[in-house]
């Protein structure tokens, strides 16, 4: 029964952050630039996520000078259904996060790996500075699009949230390629696992 469940956070619903300057209710969100546990290290932290099993994809976008850039993400999930939206996490040091920061509105792609991808995601991986050197990929409008992935998003950032070292940004979906074959999985900071 509703009238049941216990109140989380002082009364404000789950997820919601205090507000300035009101202390936190028990269960509530802290300062999104507080760590909530000063004794977690960043390696202990890396470590325990290190465990958790994700696939990967290539983000691309065009630079402000109009040059193509990209890079290896595996921090996005599915994030809304209507509209369709992806969740992506960008590393604020990053040449493509601080491109899709700083830009609202901006298009950029989204490719979804598959298992003879490795390759492709070990170039992404890496900090060259023209990494579409040696890479089969052509404009989608404004947006680099790697021809020999099969999965593909066409998407827009409509937000963008920043957190400690990293931007999680909104992406709306505007066009959609679901691919086909198994994904390229990242697991134990190791991008061969297969599923079967």
């Known amino acids: 029964m509703a009238g049941d469940r216990p109140v989380i956070g002082g009364g404000r619903p789950p997820g919601v952050l205090a507000e300035p300057g009101v202390p936190a209710g028990p269960g509530a969100l802290a300062d999104p630039g507080v760590s909530a546990d ?3 290290s960043a390696e202990r932290f890396a470590e325990a996520m290190s465990r958790l099993v994700t696939g990967v994809a290539v983000a691309t976008a065009r630079r402000s000078d109009g040059r193509p850039v990209g890079m290896l993400v595996s921090s996005l999930c599915s994030y809304s259904v209507r509209p369709p939206s992806v969740l992506m996490a960008v590393a604020d040091g990053s040449r ?3 491109e899709l920061s700083a830009r609202p509105g901006a298009d950029f792609g989204v490719h979804l ?3 003879d ?3 492709l995601a070990r ?3 890496g900090g060259a500075d023209d990494k579409f050197a040696d890479v ?6 404004d947006v680099p699009r790697l021809l020999d992935v099969s999965g593909y998003l066409r998407c827009r950032v409509a937000a963008a949230f920043p957190h400690g070292d990293h931007t999680a940004l909104v992406g709306e979906v505007s066009s959609c390629v679901p ?3 198994q994904p390229l999985v990242y697991y134990g900071r190791r991008l061969d696992w297969r599923l079967s």
Do not use: S
């Open 96 to 98: 493509t996060g601080r």
């Open 113 to 115: 790996l598959g298992v």
């Open 136 to 141: 089969r990929w052509e404009w989608d409008g």
């Open 38 to 40: 000063p004794g977690v």
């Open 117 to 119: 991808d490795e390759a």
């Open 123 to 125: 170039v992404f991986a």
């Open 179 to 181: 691919g086909e074959g």
